[in-house]
T-cell receptor, first 114, second 115 residues
Framework: DQQVKQNSPSLSVQEGRISILNCDYT??????FLWYKKYPAEGPTFLIS?????DKNEDGRFTVFLNKSAKHLSLHIVPSQPGDSAVYFC?????????????FGQGTILTVHP | GAVVSQHPSRVICKSGTSVKIECRSL??????MFWYRQFPKQSLMLMAT?????????EQGVEKDKFLINHASLTLSTLTVTSAHPEDSSFYIC???????????FGPGTRLTVT
């Protein structure tokens, strides 16, 4: 049962344009969402997060939007840079679970072309 | 930011042998650490929660006798893959909670190959 889904395995974007990565979830107990970036053979690196009490959080070029009614969130990267090329994972944490326990999506491979 | 290290980064072992992977929090204490595994082109799957001073909590479907977890101190958790088989070949990653309870600091991962 995949509770966090990233339905696009890959995304290709031109440098300078916007990258939009999408994530859907099914568990209504999720109340905190995070995006991680991962390079091959490395551990994930935290990018940005959002609490379920908000619908938007912005940090520099990265913005995360949350639509609770649709159980959908997205990560916007503007402008995209070649160095952004990596695998992006959406993750969620549920109320009442172990401190910091995360459920991950399958990941989306982002390629930003110069 | 906080740093989590793993050792070894890469290990090759023969079927039937056991392999120990270490996870250390380098500049902070972690009463809880998490162990994940990632198969190629798949998500990170939580295997277990490592608790300092008490037994680990395993996710459904993860054999606790096969994946032994010991959280010996506030900065070290170890995962031992016992009687390894080729299907145990995977990328194992540990993490520890950061200052924000939801954020995790991840180690660089360990690539295990069982021949």
């Amino acid at each position: 049962d995949q509770q966090v889904k990233q339905n696009s395995p890959s995304l290709s974007v031109q440098e300078g344009r916007i990258s939009i990565l999408n994530c859907d979830y099914t568990n209504s107990m999720f109340d905190y969402f995070l995006w991680y970036k991962k390079y091959p053979a490395e551990g994930p690196t935290f990018l940005i997060s959002i609490s379920s009490i908000k619908d938007k959080n912005e940090d520099g070029r990265f913005t995360v939007f949350l639509n609770k009614s649709a159980k959908h969130l997205s990560l916007h990267i503007v402008p995209s840079q070649p160095g952004d090329s990596a695998v992006y994972f959406c993750a969620a944490s549920a109320r009442g679970t172990s401190y910091g326990k995360l459920t991950f999506g399958q990941g989306t491979i982002l390629t930003v072309h110069p | 930011g906080a740093v989590v290290s793993q050792h070894p980064s890469r290990v090759i072992c023969k079927s039937g042998t056991s392999v120990k992977i270490e996870c250390r929090s380098l500049d902070f204490q972690a009463t809880t650490m998490f162990w994940y595994r990632q198969f190629p082109k798949q998500s990170l799957m939580l295997m277990a929660t490592s608790n300092e001073g008490s037994k680990a909590t395993y996710e459904q479907g993860v054999e606790k006798d096969k994946f032994l977890i010991n959280h010996a101190s506030l900065t070290l958790s170890t995962l031992t893959v016992t009687s390894a088989h080729p299907e145990d070949s995977s990328f194992y990653i540990c993490s520890a909670p950061g200052g924000n309870s939801y954020e995790q600091y991840f180690g660089p991962g360990t690539r295990l190959t069982v021949t």
